[in-house]
C-alpha cells in the first residue's frame, strides 16, 4: 500500500501519466467525431494521431519537474533534454517512416492489382508519427496540465 501512495504522491509521474491519459482520449474522442469510427480498446493505445501523447507527456514531465525543482536543476536538463529527443523522433523519424509505409502500401496495392503479388498481402501501419501541430497541441496540453496539477501538489 505505502508503495502505491508513493506512486501517487510522486507529482512528476502523476503529471506525465495524466497528459498521456488525456491526449489519448482526445484522440478517441477526435476519432469518434469527425472519422464516425467505432470505439475500440485499441485506439487508447495507438500511436500517432493529434494530440501527440508523447509530445504531452514528456513535456508534463519537465514542466513539473521545472515547478517542483527549478530551471537550474539536474533533473530539469535530464528532463528537457529527454523531452527533446522522445518529439524530435515522434515529429521526425517516426514521421517519416510512417511515409515510407504510406508509399509502401501504395506500392503493395500496385502490385497486387498488376497479379504480382498475393492479394491478401499485408498492408503496413502507416500512422507512426506527428505532424508538427500535433506535436504543438500535444506539448501544450502537458505544460497546462502539469500546471494545474502543480496546485493539487
Same mark, same amino acid.
Given at each position: 500500500m505505502e508503495l502505491i501512495v508513493s506512486l501517487f504522491s510522486n507529482y512528476p509521474l502523476v503529471a506525465a501519466l495524466s497528459s498521456w491519459a488525456a491526449a489519448q482520449i482526445i484522440k478517441i474522442i477526435i476519432v469518434l467525431i469527425y472519422y464516425k469510427d467505432d470505439l475500440?480498446?485499441?485506439?487508447?493505445? #495507438? &500511436?500517432?494521431?493529434? *494530440?501527440? &501523447? /508523447?509530445?504531452? &507527456?514528456?513535456? #508534463?514531465?519537465?514542466?513539473?519537474?521545472? +515547478?517542483?525543482?527549478?530551471?537550474?536543476? *539536474? +533533473?530539469? #536538463? %535530464?528532463?528537457?533534454?529527454f523531452s527533446f529527443i522522445v518529439i524530435y523522433d515522434a515529429a521526425g523519424v517516426r514521421r517519416s517512416a510512417g511515409e515510407q509505409a504510406k508509399k509502401l502500401n501504395?506500392?503493395?496495392? /500496385?502490385?497486387?492489382?498488376?497479379?504480382?503479388? *498475393?492479394e491478401d498481402q499485408k498492408m503496413v501501419r502507416e500512422v507512426l508519427g506527428h505532424t508538427p501541430l500535433q506535436v504543438v497541441v500535444g506539448? +501544450?496540453?502537458? %505544460?497546462?496540465i502539469s500546471v494545474l496539477l502543480n496546485f493539487i501538489y
Open positions: 475500440s480498446a485499441k485506439l487508447f493505445y #495507438a &500511436s500517432g494521431g493529434m *494530440p501527440s &501523447s /508523447h509530445a504531452a &507527456s514528456v513535456c #508534463a514531465l519537465s514542466m513539473s519537474i521545472a +515547478l517542483k525543482y527549478g530551471l537550474g536543476d *539536474p +533533473l530539469f #536538463a %535530464i528532463a528537457a533534454m501504395e506500392l503493395i496495392t /500496385h502490385l497486387s492489382d498488376e497479379n504480382q503479388i *498475393p506539448s +501544450l496540453l502537458g %505544460i497546462l
